[in-house]
T-cell receptor, first 111, second 116 residues
Framework: GQQVMQIPQYQHVQEGEDFTTYCNSSTTLSNIQWYKQRPGGHPVFLIQLVKSGEVKKQKRLTFQFGEAKKNSSLHITATQTTDVGTYFCAGSSGNTGKLIFGQGTTLQVKP | GAVVSQHPSRVICKSGTSVKIECRSLDFQATTMFWYRQFPKKSLMLMATSNEGSKATYEQGVEKDKFLINHASLTLSTLTVTSAHPEDSSFYIC????????????FGSGTRLTVV
């Protein structure tokens, strides 16, 4: 079945450093979504990418969707302590609407 | 916005009993809801897709007789863990797509189930 792999599993950075998490799917995706989950909370939608090679920005966050629509990345510039949490990518293929989540990358930011 | 209300947020039950978890879409109609299970510090594992007015679709390896899903209306889906055992202890969370690229999938706040 469809698998979505995400690395790294954990990342500790000093406040102000950059952070990137990578996502790879075993199959071509129709779209990929990114979510953030704070400790003890539930996933919150960040963004959806649909087009091959698409790049979207939200302030310090940059999201990319690969040309083959099988990989994606999230880059945070100049991390802040408020960026702490687990970032998940989630891919969808076909028309079932099912989202398959990556393992998540947990970001810790030292002030 | 899009809001999915999930309750209870926490429940402790004895082995052998059943627990019902409810998810309601408050400001939109959800013809489809997805149920996930999340182990501590792990990813979300899709358990089943709940479809309003029809049978749920379960993922491979998920026992449909143990995890009963009902989607009786456009705003309510329920997951019942039957004859719960300690290994069923987990964080269960539902989600629904509101529609449109700007919204993604809205998640409920989750239910922490502990079976003793």
């Amino acid at each position: 079945g469809q698998q979505v792999m995400q690395i790294p599993q954990y990342q500790h950075v000093q406040e102000g450093e950059d952070f990137t998490t990578y996502c790879n799917s075993s199959t071509t995706l129709s779209n990929i979504q990114w979510y953030k989950q704070r400790p003890g909370g539930h996933p919150v939608f960040l963004i959806q990418l649909v087009k091959s090679g698409e790049v979207k920005k939200q302030k310090r966050l940059t999201f990319q969707f690969g040309e083959a629509k099988k990989n994606s990345s999230l880059h945070i510039t100049a991390t802040q302590t408020t960026d702490v949490g687990t970032y998940f990518c989630a891919g969808s293929s076909g028309n079932t609407g099912k989202l398959i989540f990556g393992q998540g990358t947990t970001l810790q930011v030292k002030p | 916005g899009a809001v999915v209300s999930q309750h209870p947020s926490r429940v402790i039950c004895k082995s052998g009993t059943s627990v019902k978890i409810e998810c309601r879409s408050l400001d939109f109609q959800a013809t489809t809801m997805f149920w996930y299970r999340q182990f501590p510090k792990k990813s979300l594992m899709l358990m089943a897709t709940s479809n309003e007015g029809s049978k749920a679709t379960y993922e491979q390896g998920v026992e449909k007789d143990k995890f009963l899903i009902n989607h009786a209306s456009l705003t309510l889906s329920t997951l019942t863990v039957t004859s719960a055992h300690p290994e069923d202890s987990s964080f269960y969370i539902c989600s629904a797509p509101k529609g449109g690229a700007d919204y993604g999938y809205t998640f409920g706040s989750g239910t922490r189930l502990t079976v003793v």
